[in-house]
Nanobody, 123 residues
Framework: VQLQASGGGLVQPGDSLRLSCAAS????????ITWFRQTPEKEREFVGA???????YYADSVKGRFTISRDSAKNIIYLQMNRLKPEDTAVYYC??????????????????WGQGTLVTVSS
C-alpha cells in the first residue's frame, strides 16, 4: 500500500485547511486509515481515523473541529481542519493498516505511512 499526503500550508488561526491522503496498491475493505501529527517536541500524536465503512474516531483535541471523510471512487481520505489553532502546527502523516485494531490510536500499530505534509498555523 502506498500513501501520498498533501495539502499542508501556512494559515492563520481560525482558518480552514483540507489535507488529502491518496491510497494506492493493495487496499482492502478491512483497512483503517489514520492521521497522526508530530512536532519536534512531541511524539507522533493520534488525530483521527476512518475505517473502510466510514466509522470515524477523533482525538479530543480536534473533536468538533476536524472531520475525516473518504472518496471511495478515488481512494482518497480527507482531513478537513476548521478553526485551526497555533497548537495544530505539526507535520501531518496518514497511515494505514489492515485489519482494524482497538489500538488504532497508536502509531506503533501501523505498517504503511505517507511522507508527511507540514501545517503551520500562525498570525
Amino acid at each position: 500500500v502506498q500513501l501520498q499526503a498533501s495539502g499542508g500550508g501556512l494559515v492563520q488561526p481560525g482558518d480552514s485547511l483540507r489535507l488529502s491522503c491518496a491510497a494506492s496498491g493493495r487496499t482492502d475493505s478491512q483497512m483503517t486509515i489514520t492521521w497522526f501529527r508530530q512536532t519536534p517536541e512531541k511524539e507522533r500524536e493520534f488525530v483521527g481515523a476512518i475505517r473502510w465503512y466510514s466509522v470515524t474516531y477523533y482525538a479530543d483535541s480536534v473533536k468538533g473541529r476536524f472531520t475525516i471523510s473518504r472518496d471511495s471512487a478515488k481512494n482518497i481520505i480527507y482531513l478537513q481542519m476548521n478553526r485551526l489553532k497555533p497548537e495544530d502546527t505539526a507535520v501531518y502523516y496518514c497511515a494505514a493498516r489492515s485489519p482494524h485494531t482497538v489500538r488504532y490510536y497508536s502509531a506503533n500499530e501501523y505498517t504503511y505511512w505517507g511522507q508527511g505534509t507540514l501545517v503551520t498555523v500562525s498570525s
